[in-house]
Each structure stands twice: as C-alpha cells, then as structure tokens.
C-alpha cells in the first residue's frame, strides 16, 4: 500500500482543541497551584522543594511556576501531598518586564513563523515542541509555523537555561529576526534557570540575554501548553 | 569494584595489559581535593565485574600535579575523556595529540580554568574572543562549511564543520558542548536527592536511565536494595523509555529522507507510548519517578498491563511502519551504503549502544553485567554488520521488538510489596551502571557522612559515540548530512550534560 493511502486511510486523529478541551490521559503532567496560606502542610512543603517553586513568605507560602521543575515531590499521587495541582493549559504568563499585551496583532492570526533556539535544552522541552507537528496537536492547522531562519520568524521560541556558549549565538538569532517580534521563554529553565541556572555556566533563563514576553512553566510544558502560549501570541487572545 | 593503585609509570603498560584481556575502559574520573587523584574504570569481561586503577600523579609543586601520561596514543577511546578533563580539571596529559577548545569553547573561557576543582577562579575566566576553526585540508580550493549551532528545524544546538573541495565533504568535525550545563559540578554538595534531579534532567529523553544509574550508584554507598517490586518497575519504565526513544530515533530518520507521510505516523505513535508514560508514571518523559531506595510513587498492575498493552499496540504499528519502509525503494537508497561504521572502528574508538551494535560491536550492560531485575530478565540483543545507515535503522526496529518482549515478561505476575526502601545517611562511594537506550552509562558517586555528593563522574553513551561520527562522516555528498546525522541518532544535550 502506498504511503499517501495509508495515511488517508488513518482517517482524522487531530484533537479538537481548542475549540474543546483535550482530556486524553497523559497529555497534561499538572501543575502545582493554589495556595491555602492556613495550612501548615503547605508551609511544609517550601522545605521539600528544590527549587524554591513553593516559598514560605512570612505568614503565607507562594508558588512560583516558573521554578517548578516537575520533581513530583508535591504531586498528588505523592505520599498525601496537601497541596491542589491544575491541569488546564493556561500555564503561561508574561514575563514581569513585560508592559502590555504581548500578542502580535490580528494580522497574525493566520500565520505565524517560529524560530526554535536551543539555548542548553535537555532534550524534553524540544521534543515536546516537535510533537506540536504531530497528527495528533498538529500547529499548522492554526496558522502556526517552525522556520528555520530566524529572518523570517515572528517569534523566538527559547528552551534551556541558556548556557555561557549559547548567549552570541542567542543573540545573533534574536537581533537577526525583523520587526514585530516576541520571546517566548518555554520551560522551566528558559522561565528562570530552572534546576541549571544561575549558574557558573548558566544564565537564569532567557530573559538574561534577550527581553522576554511570554513565559511558560513546566518541566516540560506538554504541547498544548506550548500552543496555548503560541495561540496567544498569534493574537487569538489577548494577555 | 576492585581497585588497585598504580604510579604514573606503570599507567600505560597496565592499561594496555587490561585491554589486551578484555576489559573495557569506561570512564576517568578525577577525585580532586588538593593532590588529583585520576581513576580508569573498566568494564570487565561478564563475570569478571568492575575494576579501577587509581593513580595519584607523583611529585611536589601544583604544576607537576597535574601533568598525567595519556593513555590516547595506545587506546584511542581514551582521547575525549582525556581531552574532556584536561578542560575541566586543567590536567595535562603527557603525549595527546589534541587538546584545548573542547567542553569549554577557546572564545569564551581562558586556558586553564578548570572549573571542576574546588576553588577554581571562574567568573575571572571568562573572554571574549573571536575564534576561527581549524583548517586541515589544504587542496585547492578546499574550504570549510559551518553547519550550526542554531541551525534546521528544532535540531539541538551544535557546531559541524564540513570540510570540502566543493561537492564532497571530505570530513567533519563536531564542536559540541555548547549546552555545557555543568551537571557534575553542580551536583557537588548536594543532598543525595537533589543531585539526582540533575542527573535526571541532562538529557530528558532517556532521563529514566540515567536516574537509574545514579539511584543505582547511590543505594550501593548507602547499603540499601530497591524492594523486588521497585526493582521489577524500574526495568520495566526503563525499557518502555528505550522503546519510546527507539521510535523517535526511526522518526528521525524517516523525517531527514522527507518522507512525511512515515515521519507523522511514527510522531503519533511516540505520543501514544508519551501519553502511556504520563498516564502510568504521572510524568510523561518519567521525571521524579526514581529516587533513591526505590521508586516515588507505586503503580498498580492494572494501569501497568494496560500500559504494556499500549505498547505492544504501538510496537506492532512501528513494525509495520518499518516492514513498509524497507519496501520504499526512494527511501533506502538514501540510507543504504552511508555513514558506514565498520567492527574495528567501533571497538576501538569505544563506540556504544545500537549505534555500535549495527556495527556487529556488541556489547549490551543488560547482558555483560546484569542489574536489577535484568539479573533474571535477559533481553535478545539484536545486531547487523554492515555498519550503514540502513543497518543502525534495523538495529533500533529490532530493539523495539526485543524491549516488549520483555516488557510482557516483567508484567507478568509483580511481586508486591512497597516500593520504596527507609536509608539512612553514610558515606563512601560507588559505581552505578545502566544501559541506557543510547548505550552504556556510567557514574561513579561519592557522598559524604550526611549523604551529601561530594563529587560525581557522569560518562553518558552520547560522549562515547560522538567520538566516533567522524568516522561515520568521511567522504559523503552534502545531501547526506542531515541523513547520516539522523541514522547515528546521537544526542548533544546528553554528551553536553
């Protein structure tokens, strides 16, 4: 049987998101959310975390996503972790430098060209990013685009922590990409340094080396997080 | 681990002594308190197990400290080892051929910083340099094509350097650890569980493996075992991870040939055995899931069988995918009679994994020093000889088959029990060993009295195998680039760690 037949004849797998949610088990890890500043278990749990993602403020204790590095230390199949976890795909925020709306425009709506940077990734973060092209998530039915040059990218989609020998070539990447463009830090590493950063060799985080627009937590972020953060920068909603 | 002390005089001849007896060097570690103290593990013969030779280089001032023969010149899988820890421990070694601009890039850090010992000066190291790469072919007309490092798609970050008279590259040289992100040194004084984090996130896509290595390491210095159930779990996610790289390995060469329609279908089915690890481990690509003394969490059989079935499933799928591959005729005359890697060269430059197997190398840790449950589990470990492209593609096919086979074996009747074993801190220090899906990993650890990691020696298969591209990339077209890259299936944030 020929390819092109075997793959007409697999029919349709692409999921419905966005336009419903996607509830297959295993797409969404979670995400440590929701803080009860009463609970003493909760305070408990800053000292078991080891990137500091779970901090105990005075009389409150705070999650920082950005930081979480999906150790699982706190998960809720972990030995009666206290703290709630979220599973919808809104993880990402933007960055604290960031004023105003980060999204491109209407004009993006239907085409927008990423240039993916290594800048230190462990492998995971990319991987995921990949499978935005599989039948399954599929980016390209929503307009969205990997380019290999950063010449006609909209985007600069960082991963890593960005280590000592990737800065010039991060840098290079990014002054090379015209005007509009945003950032888009994905991954705990390329969100703060992660477990990596700062480091002798590591920055903390893709904000040290190029301005930063949008940051996505996770370690790493499942794809629909990625492309809940790439359909919001494409304009299809406003932050 | 045996191990016995050698003088610097003796270093070579023993050396060779030992590889003329078949054993096989594994890693150097240094152990670096004032005086460096270098130890050459090697990997036995089957029942013959571990040893290592520690050499505490004689003599009185710092700089003779540090000046070391090499073992290069007589064992060339000695040669990026050495070249990795002269660049982080700034040892010399006597009679290399080549060292310098190799972890640390010649542009961006000084000669001699050594970042790895104790109280090495390193935010003063750093420079800002223009570098140019070395030009050895000196034909008419001959030039140097630099491929990287952000370069293609979502490629990892790496530096090729092609070097040609027009056409044809005659060689290549890779300039890697851009993504150096100092696993080792950064685990130093950390909690025994926190420098596992590390280990687990240097190369994610085989993070299971490494986590394992390292638990390994670390459950030996601290006199505890993994309870049988732990044990027969850990086996059993270290195999599904082998499938699921095995099949992004094939995906990857499918997709440098262009064959989308093939590329698409393998991605799905990389997602599906993504989806069973996250539905089964609680993390897709299995973070958090080891720990010292066992496993962090337990999985009931029920979701266990019905992830094997899954993965069955899926194995039955890349199968087919691949029986069809090798009736594409378009596609095979791409793969066939490229990147050859001959038996000679992947046992002497100390080439691992399937990558060395498709070599007819074959040399499996699961078989040649069984660990964990593969003590009573032995899996089939398949091999070619002809060493192409073609060969290393059937190799990984073959593997997919031979894990689930095993994955049905492990399934079968669990032992139960918790999984997760109480330690208490102590010190000392210990080999870990696993056979990651690229290959042979080996860590060497050592941890204080409060359990903490006073240092660790972290060979991933990668670094053993990106030795040997060059050679799998000598006289070839352009076009065959991305191909040859692809069929190697060689990791750069594992070799960067």
Redesign the interface.
């Known amino acids: 049987m020929s390819w092109f037949l075997r793959g007409i004849l697999g029919g349709i797998r692409t999921t419905r998101y966005p336009a419903k949610p996607e509830n297959a088990p295993g797409t969404n890890p979670g995400l440590p959310a929701g803080v009860d500043p009463a609970d003493a278990a909760q305070r408990l749990l800053a000292d078991t975390c080891p990137t500091n993602a779970i901090v105990d403020i005075a009389e409150a204790v705070e999650i920082r996503a950005e930081r979480c590095i999906h150790c699982m230390r706190c998960a809720p199949r972990a030995a009666a972790s206290p703290l709630p976890w979220r599973y919808d795909t809104q993880w990402a925020v933007n960055a604290p430098k960031r004023i105003g709306d980060a999204s491109l425009g209407k004009t993006f709506r239907k085409s927008v060209h990423v240039r993916v940077v290594d800048a230190g990734d462990c492998g995971a973060c990319l991987s995921e990013i990949l499978h935005l092209n599989d039948p399954l998530y599929n980016m390209h039915r929503l307009g969205i685009f990997i380019t290999p040059t950063p010449r006609q990218a909209d985007v600069l989609l960082v991963v890593g922590p960005v280590t000592e020998q990737m800065r010039v070539p991060l840098r290079e990447a990014y002054d090379a990409m015209p005007e509009p463009k945003r950032v888009l830090a994905v991954g705990a590493c390329a969100a703060s340094g992660g477990i990596f950063g700062p480091s002798f060799t590591a920055a903390a985080g893709a904000s040290d080396v190029v301005p930063v627009d949008v940051v996505v937590p996770g370690c790493p972020p499942p794809p629909l997080v990625i492309l809940e953060a790439l359909l919001a920068l494409a304009g299809h909603r406003s932050r | 681990m045996r191990s016995r002390t050698i003088d610097s005089a003796a270093l070579v001849e023993t050396c060779m002594a030992l590889s003329g007896d078949g054993w096989r060097l594994a890693t150097i570690a240094v152990t670096d308190a004032e005086l460096p103290e270098l130890r050459y593990v090697f990997c036995g013969p089957r029942s013959a197990g571990w040893q290592q030779l520690v050499l505490r280089p004689a003599g009185a001032t710092d700089a003779a400290n540090r000046r070391v023969p090499s073992l290069a010149p007589s064992n060339v899988a000695a040669d990026w080892l050495e070249r990795e820890i002269e660049d982080l421990f700034a040892i010399d070694f006597v009679g290399h051929p080549l060292l310098g601009d190799f972890v640390l ?1 010649d542009n ?2 000084a000669e001699g910083v050594g ?1 790895m010992r104790p109280g090495a000066r ?2 003063e190291a ?1 420079v800002e340099r223009a570098w140019q790469p070395r030009r050895v072919l000196r034909e008419e007309g001959a030039f140097v094509m630099p491929v990287g ?9 790496a530096l090729f350097l092609l070097e040609t008279v027009g056409e044809d590259v005659v060689r290549t040289v890779p300039r890697l ?7 080792e ?2 685990a130093q004084g950390r909690s025994v569980q ?1 420098a596992l ?2 280990v687990e ?5 085989s ?1 299971f493996a490494h986590a394992w290595t390292y638990c390994m390491a670390a459950e030996e210095i601290l006199g505890v075992r993994a309870p049988a159930r732990a044990e027969r779990l850990r086996a059993v996610f270290a195999e599904l991870e082998r499938v699921r790289r095995h099949v ?1 390995a094939i995906r990857a060469i499918v997709d440098s040939t262009a ?1 989308w ?2 590329a ?2 393998l ?2 089915l ?2 599906r055995l ?6 089964a481990g ?4 299995l ?3 080891a720990t010292v003394g066992g496993l ?2 337990d999985v009931d059989d029920s979701t266990l069988l019905a992830v094997a079935n899954d993965a069955s499933d899926v194995g039955k799928h890349v199968v087919a995918t691949v029986e ?1 591959l090798a009736h ?1 005729s378009s596609f095979l005359d791409r793969i066939q009679r490229v990147g050859i890697l001959t038996q000679a060269q992947a046992e002497q430059f100390g080439a691992v994994g399937p990558f060395a197997r498709a070599s007819g190398a074959v040399f499996d840790l699961r078989c040649e020093q069984p660990y964990g449950a593969y003590a009573t589990f032995q899996p089939v470990v398949p091999s070619a000889d002809e060493g192409d492209g073609y060969a290393r593609l059937r190799v990984l096919a073959q593997e997919i088959r031979s894990s689930l086979a095993l994955i049905a074996e492990l399934t079968r009747e669990i032992p139960t029990g918790p999984v997760r074993t109480a330690w208490s801190a102590r010190s000392g220090e210990a080999l870990g060993w696993a056979e990651a899906p690229g290959g042979a990993s080996v860590q060497l650890l050592r941890l204080d009295d409060e359990a903490r990691c006073i240092d660790l020696r972290f060979t991933p298969p990668s670094f053993r195998n990106w030795q040997n591209f060059r050679w799998v990339t000598e006289d070839f077209a352009f076009q065959d680039f991305p191909i040859i890259l692809a069929t190697c299936g060689l ?1 750069v ?2 070799n ?1 760690r």
């Open positions: 890039h961006r850090w970042p390193i935010r750093r490092p952000v370069y293609a798609g979502e490629a990892e970050s650890f851009y993504k150096y992100r100092g696993v040194k950064l926190d984090l590390l996130r240097a190369n994610g896509t993070a992004a064959l329609v093939g698409a279908r991605l799905e990389e997602e993504l989806r069973a690890c996250g539905a609680g993390h897709r690509y973070f958090g899931l962090q969490r069809q594409t990791c944030a594992e960067d």
